[in-house]
């Protein structure tokens, strides 16, 4: 499997250089230039100039692609064009939080996923079953700015129980105890928020894979041999229907990324979607094409991941 | 001292605390007959997470809403635009207005103690500000021919050419004072300081959590006497302003500016706020939505048709349905705010379809068979696309297909300012604190070229340009007013660009704090809270 592994890591690199070379000519290309928008309403030909030469925007751009590639060869992708910092401490600062924000969505709606197919696939076509799939239905059709807002307006600003905004609070809170059961309190919305359409899509997966798998020989056969349902479902059907939830989580990293850039802006949550965000607006170059880089080396990484735990899930998974 | 030295204007050192604070418009504020207390937190929404905190490298309304409160200026700027002392105590303006002196407080220290001197300020000027501040830059490096500082405490300004307004450009959002003994040797503009601020000002960095809270506390050896109040100043990073407003009514936040109109009726029924509207701040002041029609491009070129496009065009309606009410309907392009420099008395042009068709059929402009006499383009931002659509209704009728090109903000400023393709742009030009900051710049003809927020429209009238010359060479301010006037009176007659509304933004904070300068880049430098 190691071999597995690092021959995929080096398929990636020329996947990575793609990347790389595309991301340059979207945004170089794109209309709007950051030393304008730098200057605001300010600004002269002087400043632009002066400010150009500082950047290295006044070389021809293939010149610009071939000292930002070398410059990336040896670990220096630049410095944000607003901040002023090496663009990789900007994104650093900012990926705890979009990690504790995907990481609880993920493990929330994987839990929560199977644990609700589980219940409907063993009450198909009752009230429950019914009940989760349309559910599952209107979750997985809900736009996350849309439901955000209304769980806010709901929770937050009718009910009182959660904070509004933000990932911590700005007053009144001791370290130590206090602080985490603060951070939870902030972190519910914003997870439910970004979690539902993955909790759609595992609850569908897992129901309609335990349904198939109730009708194979090997549950009948456990069955047969005196297994309780839950014996049944617990080592028998659910391990088979794992693999089709892998590839679910898997294949639906970039799409959680997406949604954590649209939840992290509508609860002001201090991670890299608002600074994707940000860095668009201001065309700052080096932290867009430095954040698209992350991107993607986090969803290979994601599908990576994803074809080593098919082995750890199906012993009859050999990756070669 | 050359050409000396009447002193023109002066002001005496006063102690800064008899500054008055106005009241806010929107509600009374209790705080003019109580005794400010000290102590409290104030929690303040911002926009942007600030990204660096050093304003003298910047002219983002993010960075400065936020830094500024670190920082001092030279002079403070009141509600009324009044210049009052902030760093320098007092200052003269030689009688050929080529020469400021400035004196400065003395015993002034930087946060880490080391005391600060004319030398920060000429370091600050000659190595930051004109280097890195763009309109600093560019409205002073070709004027301003050096900086002298005959001892500690004195600095003297030397303008090649009589120059008028610079006291209005010295405040803490135009040009914030940074200490030399911190960025000297280094490139301001990525020194680890930007970081970890050492200012002058009445709050001290105690934590930036970088995208979500920036943690100030008060500077117990201000140099304001008693000030500040406070012991804490947070900003919290909340992008959207519904949000925002959700945040102050449930306590989390106390400070929102930027309140959208939909919330503000909502607001205004709360008696635990207080609300205050103005057109400055630091994000830039006193800003006036604008048309800016292409005149290089028929049939705009014509002025009666200008004329007949302000006759059909319903302000009030913009500044009630777009705007909620939150401006006025603009008169001439500089801002009644700058009272000093506006001119009430020029052309006005009521709403008046019939008129409109006068001038439109007097021009040539037949209509076809469909009714339509010519069509023209309006590019513009996505945040005006409101205003075009209720342009596009007003139109109509007068045979004028308006197309609607709505693009992300950068893209409509291209289309409008560089590639100069469009019949119809629009801009928030933002006038400063004086008209030669931010008028000068949309009017005169040495500033058509590929810049952003510059004379889109390509106007040239030499008698304006000579004007703009006068107005900014004049010491005496009603020598300036003069020449502003009469520039008023010409564009408003020759319409390049269309004055839609003066916006104001309103701001909204908890009764429980008083004296908070919103106007201003020092926002709670005398915030005082209830017990």
């Known amino acids: ?320 | 001292m050359d050409g000396r030295a009447a002193v023109v204007g002066m002001i005496l050192a006063v102690v800064f605390a008899a500054c008055t604070a106005p009241s806010p418009v929107g509600r009374a504020s209790a705080s003019a007959s109580a005794t400010p207390r000290r102590g409290g937190t104030l929690v303040v929404a911002a926009s942007a997470d600030p990204g660096q905190l050093n304003p003298a490298i910047t002219t983002a309304g993010g960075t400065h809403f936020v830094a500024d409160n670190l920082y001092n200026g030279l002079v403070f700027l009141d509600k009324e635009l009044n210049l009052k002392p902030d760093l320098a105590d007092s200052w003269t303006v030689s009688t050929d207005g080529k020469t400021y002196t400035f004196k400065l407080h003395p015993g002034v220290k930087w946060h880490d103690g080391v005391a600060f001197t004319s030398a920060d300020v000429k370091f600050t000027f000659e190595q930051v500000l004109l280097k890195y501040h763009s309109r600093t830059k560019s409205g002073l490096e070709a004027v301003l021919a050096r900086i002298d500082t005959p001892d500690d405490n004195s600095v003297v300004f030397r303008f090649k050419t009589p120059y008028g307004p610079l006291l209005e450009r010295l405040d803490v959002v135009e040009a914030p004072i940074v200490a030399k003994h911190i960025y000297e040797g280094q490139d301001p503009t990525k020194a680890g300081a930007n970081l970890k601020p050492v200012g002058t000002g009445p709050f001290k960095l105690a934590q930036y959590v970088k995208g979500d809270t920036i943690r100030m506390v008060r500077n117990p050896d201000y140099f304001k006497k008693g000030l500040p109040y406070l012991d804490e100043l947070v900003f919290k990073v909340i992008p959207q302003s519904s949000t925002q407003v959700l945040a102050l009514e449930r306590g989390e936040v106390d400070y929102v500016s930027g309140i959208p109109g939909p919330d503000l009726a909502r607001l205004q029924q709360n008696t635990g706020l207080t609300i205050a509207k103005s057109g400055a701040g630091s994000g830039g002041s006193f800003c006036i939505t604008t048309l800016i029609y292409n005149l290089s491009r028929p049939p705009l070129d014509k002025v009666e048709v200008r004329q007949a496009l302000a006759y059909a065009i319903d302000r009030q309606q913009i500044l009630d349905k777009v705007y909620f009410g939150q401006g006025r309907v603009a008169v001439s392009p500089i801002n009644s705010s700058i009272a000093w420099a506006f001119n009430p008395n020029v052309t006005k042009y009521h709403l008046d379809p019939a008129k409109a068709n006068q001038l439109l059929d007097a021009a040539g402009l037949k209509r076809d068979a469909n009714g339509t006499r010519f069509k023209l383009e309006f590019v513009h931002a996505t945040s005006f696309a409101k205003i075009g659509d209720l342009v596009k209704q007003e139109l109509a009728p007068l045979g004028i297909d308006l197309q609607l090109t709505a693009l992300e903000v950068n893209a409509a400023n291209d289309r409008t300012f560089i590639g100069k393709n469009f019949d119809i742009g629009s801009a928030s030009y933002c006038n400063g604190p004086d008209p030669e900051i931010g008028v000068r710049r949309v009017f005169v003809s040495s500033n058509i070229g590929q810049i952003l927020f510059s004379n889109g429209a390509g106007y040239r009238n030499a008698r304006v340009d000579q004007l703009f010359d006068q107005a900014a060479a004049a010491a005496d301010k009603s020598e300036r007013a003069k020449a502003y006037f009469e520039i008023q009176d010409i564009v408003t007659k020759d319409i390049p660009v269309w004055s839609l509304v003066e916006t104001e933004g309103y701001r909204v904070w908890s009764a429980k704090y008083h004296d908070a300068y919103y106007w201003s880049g020092n926002l709670a430098e005398a915030v005082w809270r209830d017990q």
């Open chain 1, 1 to 320: 499997m190691t071999r597995y592994v690092i021959r995929r890591l080096l398929e990636a690199v020329p996947l990575l250089f793609a990347v790389v070379l595309l991301t340059f000519v979207l945004v170089h290309t794109a209309p709007g230039d950051p030393v304008r928008i730098l200057a605001g309403d300010g600004g002269d030909a002087a400043y632009y100039a002066a400010m150009r030469a500082k950047f290295g925007l006044d070389r021809p751009l293939a010149e610009q692609l071939v000292i930002y590639l070398g410059s990336a060869l040896h670990g220096d992708f630049g410095y944000s064009y607003v901040q002023r910092r090496p663009v990789f401490d900007v994104i650093a600062d900012r990926i705890p939080a979009t990690a504790l924000l995907m990481v609880s969505a993920l493990l929330l709606s994987m839990v929560l996923g199977i644990w609700l197919g589980a219940s409907a696939a063993r009450r198909v076509d009752r009230l429950a079953d019914r009940v989760i799939t349309v559910g599952t239905l209107i979750g997985g059709a809900t736009p996350a700015f849309w439901l955000g807002q209304v769980l806010v307006l709901l929770f937050a600003v009718g009910l009182g129980w959660l904070p509004v905004q933000g990932m911590t609070s700005a007053r009144g809170v001791a370290p130590g105890v206090d602080a985490a059961v603060d951070l939870l309190r902030h972190l519910v919305l914003p997870v439910a928020t970004l979690g539902l359409l993955q909790l759609a899509l595992i609850t569908r997966v897992t129901r309609s894979g335990l349904i198939e798998a109730s009708r194979e020989d090997y549950v009948r056969t456990a069955y047969a041999k005196g297994l309780s349902p839950a014996t049944v479902l617990r080592r028998h059907a659910l391990p088979n229907v794992l693999l089709p939830v892998v590839t679910i989580v898997g294949s639906h990293f970039g799409t959680l990324l997406t949604g954590a850039v649209l939840t992290e802006i509508i609860f002001a949550w201090p991670g890299l979607g608002r600074l994707l965000f940000d860095a668009t607006i201001s065309r700052d170059y080096p932290l867009l094409m430095a954040m698209f880089l992350v991107a993607s080396v986090s969803v290979i990484l994601a599908n990576l991941v994803t074809d080593v735990a098919y082995t750890a899930l199906d012993p009859r998974v050999r990756l070669t």
